[in-house]
């Protein structure tokens, strides 16, 4: 690879990044307006999310007394991991030369690592609800990752690898392949990625129910600019779950090389198949009521069920020779 | 062929009848003359086979194992006829069962002989299961005849158990069947045991030895073996007393005489590995587990019938190991104790209807000096039980001595163990029977009406085949060794 | 491979995972209306396999089994236990399982160990399909599991009867379909097994007042009455 390409990967691989945090305010936004209109009502703009962040970013930060340095430092630690979290999927391209440290199980430490400060954050200013929050958080992520875990692992098994450029690519070049791994593994991770991004019927972003809430809760404290990085945050990681499921399973439209024709194909791909998946999961929110918080384990030990169904199916189906 | 099918199909056309036919009295008569019937035909049948050698037709397969099995089993079902018609008739008019449950007993009574003559004859091995299937099918609600909560939990016990265990067997089937495919068997002879039987030495052992496992599992439930015995004691003691002679004199016998159809195919694949008796060491391990499990449970047992059924898994357990031993002294052993065990059972459990109906109950505690108030059925209990213990002169004695004898040609150290269990089976009996026969009778305690004809029948032959074989039992009983274990004894 | 074989196989294995899933959905849910409609699914789902294996291995008997298995797993014993549950009026019932987490990781531990049964059976066979054995295995297994750990009468029943499924697959799945004959024979004996099971839902309803078989508890070991 020459020095002109390597320098246009790197160039290309910073605007994705830039691509992925200005999007990602525009997605949750996007799925607010559908979730309005769905339930006949008029709704907010979808651009709605940046004029918040906007606002928020220009207000001044009240910090409780009772604070230490750890809540001043949350915010930017949680928004810079889940960042860098997003860093390692390929969102328009599988060529990039970031592709080397995109791997799985280095995605899910950045998300954990985020979380970690999110749960302490809560916890930091004493105050009843940020503890409640923090604890369900832990008692939520406790079981989703192992089912997540399980989920990566059928993939990576599959492809031979857990670096996500990788397995994307495997994919593309296997063809469409009905694989009964693959779709316990999609279903499983799907409902890994409803309940971590705080969505119905594990949690409810839009409402601030003290006895339901989970990650509203933890963010009580906050105000103006740290929890505008909050908001980001919790923005980007809807996006990078959405991205996640659509580039690894359904990869089709991804650009293998850097003609900018290709690039810009693999945008109009992703921005489809998210319009997609946006719609299915603003249906299902319509649909579904939350759940007692107390039936979240049943719900997440049955995506560690489907997960490890599709590690056992690949397994037992597919790997014979 | 034409007795065959008439030994068969009598008890086929008997469920219909029965079904249908209102009266009480009268059903209890036609199931009798039913019986009658096809022992009759299966008589003439086990002739025709002794004089023209084994018939295959129209998917029945008779020779020498199954013949005398099947004269065994209408037989048992013929004595049993007589006893239950005056019997059934009085548990009717003690007001534990209407019209319509009597009418139901008799069409499963019929339906049971049915399913397991089917399943003695047939040569098709998945015919052979939906046969011990229809088996279970048909004695569940009869087991539960009386609808107390008991016995609706025994029945549902039976059901379940039964039910698991069976399956198992069919995916034993399924594998054997899949066995043969690979070895490339003409797809015609699809699942027949005559042509199955001469291939069967080109089946994957592989296959062949999980199969086994599956079979005897499967039909070991059915046979009663510990540890998938639970159901037979409850099965025994809360159904009715024919249904209980029955369970305990044929239907094992089908149960094991399956296992042993299986293992003759699963010895033939194995031949050439390196564990060419694996199939008979199962059986043995299986066989002295019920053995001796049962010859211990016999003394902590204070229902009756519960008592004898413990006393049947425990023979069970001895023939499964006297299969397994395998060889020609072993198998014509465990052939001669199918039979004498079978005729001494079923005397044992009518006699103990008769001695329940006497007590009025079946708490071992409860039934007191029977020789007193009626002689002949303390007397049938006292000699029923003596066979069953293994005293001589009875037949028992015989096949216990041959099982022993071969045990100490091949395996000269489980001899103890087998003779401590019989000691320990005999002491747990005896026990029990002491007081039952001659304590002292409660105030009260009358004779009933009893047919004891039937009891002093099967215990004269029991005793006839303890004294002499005839030739031509002798005979078959060789051509059956034969077939299994290779060569004969005589 | 997966990648190797035609889109008819995908299907085949695709579906066949799917019948694992229904057993688990069977072994832990509660409520009985839903639980019987998840063994519809796998009637259907095991009918449709066959009707695949059928097509795939151009044996035209295979069809005629899977008809026979819709009609009797997928519509006809569904339908009689809907009627059962609604006149013994349980329509609302919710079982208590007591570890649902033990269930369903014993059940795993289940489906691991059919796999490690069906081994020696898949190197045996050239067929593309020879890994669902495996699979049969181990609905055959989590069946039985379901009527060991679940104390609901209605619930063991359709453990029962997805071991029947499991067990036409293993047959179908290893040997294209057993005999005619056989076929034909275990059928009726499925049928009239759950006939039997109904009116046995009666007898226990009426005996103890209940469908949980905790409650029978008369018969154990030296405490007869």
Redesign the interface.
């Known amino acids: 690879m020459s020095t002109l390409s390597n320098f246009s990967g790197w160039l290309l691989a910073l605007f994705q990044l830039a691509l992925f945090a200005m999007a990602a305010p525009l997605l949750a936004g996007w799925i607010k307006w559908l979730k309005a209109r769905l339930q006949n009502r008029r709704g907010s703009s979808p651009l709605q999310p940046y004029r918040d962040l906007h606002k928020l970013f220009g207000k001044e930060v009240l910090v409780a007394e009772t604070a230490s340095a750890v809540f001043r430092a949350a915010p930017y630690i949680v928004f810079g991991a889940t960042l860098l979290a997003a860093a390692s999927l390929p969102l328009l391209t599988v060529k990039l030369p970031t592709a080397a440290i995109a791997d799985m199980i280095v995605m899910v430490g950045f998300l954990a690592l985020a979380r970690f400060f999110l749960a302490l954050a809560g916890m930091d200013t004493g105050s009843a609800f940020g503890g409640m929050g923090a604890s369900r958080e832990m008692l939520v992520s406790a079981l989703a990752e192992p089912a997540m875990l399980m989920a990566i692992f059928t993939l990576a098994m599959s492809a031979h690898s857990t670096n996500l450029s990788s397995i994307s690519s495997w994919v593309l070049n296997?063809?469409a392949?009905?694989?009964?791994?693959f779709?316990?593994a999609l279903l499983g991770l799907a409902l890994v990625a409803v309940a971590e991004t705080g969505r119905i019927p594990v949690d409810n972003p839009d409402t601030h129910l003290e006895l339901t809430m989970i990650h509203e809760a933890m963010i009580l404290e906050y105000s103006g600019r740290h929890l505008a990085l909050m908001e980001w945050a919790a923005q980007l990681k809807l996006l990078l779950y959405g991205v996640l499921v659509v580039n690894v399973f359904f990869p089709w439209g991804i650009a293998e090389s850097f003609a900018p024709g290709a690039l810009a194909l693999g945008l109009a791909a992703l921005t489809a198949k998210l319009l997609l998946l946006s719609m299915i999961l603003a249906v299902s929110e319509t649909v579904l009521a939350k759940m007692r918080l107390f039936r979240a384990p049943?719900f997440l030990?049955l995506a560690f069920?489907?997960a490890?169904?599709g590690l056992?199916?690949f397994?037992?189906?597919?790997?014979?020779? | 062929m034409t007795a065959l099918l008439l030994t068969v199909f009598t008890p086929a056309l008997g469920i219909l009848l029965l079904a249908l036919l209102p009266g009480l009295r009268l059903s209890g008569w036609v199931n009798l003359a039913l019986s009658a019937f096809s022992l009759g035909a299966s008589l003439v049948m086990a002739v025709q086979v002794l004089e023209a050698g084994p018939i295959t037709a129209h998917?029945f397969h008779v020779d020498a194992f199954n013949v005398y099995l099947l004269a065994l089993t209408t037989f048992v079902a013929f004595t049993t006829a007589i006893f239950s018609r005056p019997y059934m008739e009085a548990v009717c008019h003690q007001g534990r069962l209407d019209k319509g449950r009597m009418r139901l007993y008799h069409a499963s009574y019929q339906g049971f002989m049915f399913t397991m003559l089917l399943a003695l004859s047939t040569d098709?091995l998945?015919?052979l299961?939906?046969a011990v299937?229809?088996a279970t099918?048909t004695t569940?609600?009869l087991v539960?005849l009386y609808?107390?909560?008991?016995a609706?939990?025994?029945?549902?016990?039976y059901?379940?158990l039964c039910?698991?265990g069976i399956?198992?067997a069919?995916?034993g089937?399924?594998?054997v069947?899949?066995a043969a495919?690979?070895a490339q068997v003409p797809a015609e002879a699809?699942?027949t045991w005559s042509a199955l039987h001469p291939l069967s030495g080109r089946f994957?052992a592989?296959?062949m030895g999980?199969a086994f496992v599956f079979l005897l599992v499967g039909y070991g439930t059915k046979a009663g073996l510990v540890p998938m015995h639970f159901w037979l004691p409850?099965a025994h003691?809360?159904g009715p007393t024919p249904v209980s002679a029955v369970l305990s004199g044929l239907l094992l016998n089908v149960a094991l005489y399956a296992v042993v159809r299986f293992k003759m195919l699963a010895d033939n694949a194995l031949l050439n590995t390196g564990h060419p008796h694996a199939a008979g060491y199962l059986m043995m391990g299986f066989g002295l587990v019920s053995f001796t499990v049962a010859g211990l449970?016999l003394h902590?047992q204070?229902?009756i019938k519960?008592m004898f059924s413990y006393s049947s898994i425990e023979h069970m357990g001895l023939m499964t190991f006297a299969f397994g031993v395998g060889g020609p002294l072993a198998t014509f052993a465990a052939l001669l104790h199918m039979l004498v065990h079978s005729l001494t059972k079923s005397a044992i459990f009518i006699t103990v209807g008769h001695a329940s109906h006497i007590a009025n109950t079946?708490?071992i505690d409860h039934i007191r000096g029977l020789i007193r108030t009626q002689p002949a059925v303390g007397w049938g209990l006292l000699l029923g039980v003596a066979a069953i213990a293994g005293f001589p002169p009875f037949g028992i004695f015989t096949s216990e001595f041959l099982i022993l004898t071969a045990t100490m040609q091949s395996w000269p150290w489980l001899t103890t163990l087998l003779l401590v269990g019989l000691v320990v089976a005999f002491a747990g009996l005896f026990r029990h029977l002491q007081p039952m026969v001659y304590g002292s009778a409660p105030e009260g305690q009358k004779a009933v009406g009893a047919n004891m004809i039937p009891v002093a029948v099967h215990l004269g032959l029991v005793l006839w085949l303890g004294i002499a074989i005839p030739a031509a039992l002798a005979h078959w009983l060789d051509e059956a060794t034969r077939l299994i274990a290779g060569s004969g004894l005589l | 491979?997966?990648?190797q074989l035609d889109?008819l196989h995908?299907?085949i294995?695709?579906l066949?995972?799917?019948v694992?899933?229904s057993s688990?959905f069977l072994l832990s849910h509660s409520r009985l209306t839903s639980a019987i409609h998840g063994f519809a699914f796998q009637g259907m789902l095991v009918a449709a396999v066959a009707a695949l294996m059928a097509r795939a291995g151009g044996n035209p008997h295979l069809y005629l089994s899977a008809l026979l298995t819709f009609t009797l797993k997928g519509l006809l014993i569904p339908w009689m236990l809907h009627r059962l549950v609604r006149r013994l009026d349980m329509e609302r019932e919710v079982e208590n399982i007591a570890h649902?987490?033990v269930l369903?990781l014993v059940g795993?531990a289940l489906?691991?160990f059919s796999?490690w049964?069906a081994l020696?059976?898949?190197r045996?066979?050239a067929t593309e399909t020879?890994?669902?054995v495996?699979?049969s295995?181990a609905v055959?297994l989590l069946?039985?599991w379901m009527?060991i750990a679940r104390r609901q009468?209605v619930a063991?029943v359709l453990g029962?009867m997805s071991?029947?499924n499991g067990?036409f697959l293993?047959?179908v799945s290893?040997?294209q379909g057993?005999?005619l004959?056989?076929e034909l024979?275990?059928a009726?004996?499925v049928l009239?097994?759950a006939v039997?099971?109904g009116?046995?839902f009666f007898?226990?309803k009426?005996?103890?007042d209940s469908l949980d078989?905790d409650r029978?508890?008369?018969?154990t070991?030296?405490k007869?009455?």
């Open positions: 296997e063809g392949i009905l694989r009964p791994s779709m316990f049943q030990n069920l489907l490890v169904l056992l199916s397994v037992i189906l597919e790997s014979g020779t | 998917g098709n998945g015919v299961w939906v299937e229809g099918l569940v609600l539960s609808r107390t909560p008991s609706v939990e025994a029945a549902w016990k059901f379940i039910g698991v399956a198992l069919l995916f089937t399924v594998l069947y899949f495919q690979q699809g699942l994957n592989v296959a999980l409850d003691s809360e449970s902590r204070r229902d519960r079946q708490v | 491979m997966i990648g889109l995908q299907a294995f695709v066949a995972a799917l694992v899933f688990f649902p987490v369903v795993m489906v691991v796999y049964v020696p059976i898949e045996m066979q020879r890994n669902i495996a699979v295995v055959v069946g039985m009527l009468v063991q029962f071991m029947e067990l293993a047959a290893s040997t057993m005999p004959v056989v024979g275990v009726f004996d009239v097994a039997l099971f009116v046995f007898h226990i009426e005996s103890i078989v029978l508890n008369r018969l070991e030296g007869e009455a």
